[in-house]
């Protein structure tokens, strides 16, 4: 944990690293389980269900930036990260696809459920003042399996970090 001036990103990171295969519908589903990956998916063959945690092609892992406390005993530090939730069926028919969206939505439902119920994220975040928040934009992707929906999930926070 941070003592100050220590960026809390990486905690942040982290946190969604362990956080996101523990929520419910990530595990379980008769579609499989959601694959988390560390950064980008590498690969040719995309699986159903995954999430990248720190990565978008086009939209960079995050960013976060840091502004002294006016008591001057803490550091400020505002910052997001990108996450791409997929499913990704492959399928173009229009059932097909509204489920694939149906689905994406029901993963971020998940982690919206979970920051709703702990804004610490479980530990990462600690002290008195910080805040979670999420945005989505709607991406519909094409891939060398056919049609996927997904979301470029922000997962945005807020944290006063005193000094240790």
Known sequence: MSTGLQPRWPDVYTALLGL?????????????????????????????????????ADDGAGSFVQQPDPS?????????????????????DPAVVAA??????????????????????????????????LSAQIVALENTQGAASSLLVSVAYQTTTYFT
């Open 20 to 56: 996101l295969p523990t929520l419910p519908g990530f595990t379980g589903d008769p579609r499989g389980t959601v694959q988390v990956f560390d950064g980008q998916f590498v690969g040719n063959d995309f699986p159903v269900d995954y999430v990248t945690v720190g990565f978008q």
């Open 72 to 92: 001057c005993f803490a550091t400020i530090e505002v910052g997001d990260i990108k996450c791409l939730m997929s499913s990704n069926s492959g399928d173009t």
């Open 100 to 133: 694939d969206r149906a689905r994406v939505f029901a993963l971020f439902t998940a982690l919206q459920t979970e920051i709703t119920r702990d804004q610490t994220l479980r530990g990462a975040l600690t002290g008195s003042n910080y805040l979670v928040t």
